[in-house]
């Protein structure tokens, strides 16, 4: 039965709330450093360099705990790189809900991981989760003209493959507890780092900034909003269910509706809406999960 007066944790759903909350502004920012002549990459490259004094600090003491998980943590590491990085670029040239609604298929790749790598049986509520979730971004990407439901353009696929990198971030994670969350939390900015700078010199972009104090700022981005992003973040995912954490952070996607619609001429259609109200309908359903998964695999 359940128990009705088990006390509510709180502190994992605000730091999930704050977190949501100046990820679904940061795009703002990302733009204005794009119009200074700060490309996607760069900016995620200068913003992740910035953490490095928080990097330090953290690490002080706790290089011990990097030989307790080595592979899950290089896993978190490049997913979590991946997902960052594709999400800035795709921001950078998509329209902002319809990245954030795409990048929040999330929790469904999360119950389909667990499933997959873990061995957990989704409930009866996880597999109509599924088929509300995909019902729905069939909607939002269907073209009659396109065929295939398919992503229409670059910004789309990015914005669905960082979402399926944070819920592999999400689940890595959630079963990597011997670990400190700060040590999570600094692998995941080490491998920001490294994929930006990967893409940037296979890519041989070169940077022209028409203001030298972007990159100052971009850095200064990095040290105080990333920062407390991450660690929010990566506290709530620590310390709660992990479909139940993405559920949280879809309040990124109100944020982001609101700040685009007050700072841009962007706007959705109804089809899109349709298909992103079935997304996140799909995301709070995953919610109502038991914190126990129905079985493994046999």
Not at 21 to 36: D, T, V
Not at 133 to 148: E, F, K, P, T
Not at 223 to 250: E, K, N
Request: aromatic content about 10%; some cysteine.
């Amino acid at each position: 039965m359940h128990d009705s007066t088990k006390p509510v944790q709180w502190l994992p759903v605000i730091s999930l709330l704050l977190a949501a909350s100046l990820w679904g502004l940061f795009w703002y920012p990302l733009r204005l450093f794009a119009e200074h002549g700060l490309s996607g990459l760069w900016s995620s490259l200068f913003i992740y360099l910035g953490t490095l004094p928080a990097l330090i600090y953290i690490l002080h003491g706790r290089l011990h705990e990097l030989s307790r998980a080595p592979a899950m943590l290089l896993l978190i590491g490049l997913s979590n790189g991946w997902c960052n990085t594709a999400f800035i670029l795709a921001m950078l040239e998509g329209n902002v809900v319809r990245v954030l609604l795409l990048f929040y298929l999330s929790p469904i790749w999360t119950l389909i991981l667990a499933y997959l790598f873990l061995g957990e049986r989704p409930h009866r509520l996880g597999i109509v989760t599924i088929i509300i979730a995909m019902l729905g971004a069939v909607i939002m990407l269907w073209d009659q003209h396109m065929g295939l439901p398919l992503p229409q353009s670059a910004s789309d696929w990015l914005a669905l493959s960082s979402g399926m990198a944070f819920s592999v971030t999400n689940v890595a994670v959630r079963h990597t507890q011997s670990v400190s969350v700060r040590v999570k939390t600094v692998m995941a900015w080490v491998g920001a780092v490294l994929i930006a700078g990967f893409l940037l010199l296979v890519g041989g972009h070169s940077l022209v900034v028409t203001n030298n104090s972007v990159i100052l700022l971009a850095l200064l981005m990095g040290l105080s909003f990333m920062v407390i992003m991450t660690l929010s973040v990566q506290y709530g995912v620590t310390h709660m269910p992990a479909h139940r954490s993405a559920v949280i952070l879809l309040f990124e996607i109100v944020i982001g509706a609101i700040s685009a619609y007050l700072l841009t001429a962007e706007r959705m259609t109804s089809q899109e809406w349709l298909g992103g109200a079935m997304v996140m309908v799909a995301a709070w359903l995953s919610a109502r999960l038991p914190d126990e998964p129905a079985g493994k695999i046999s």
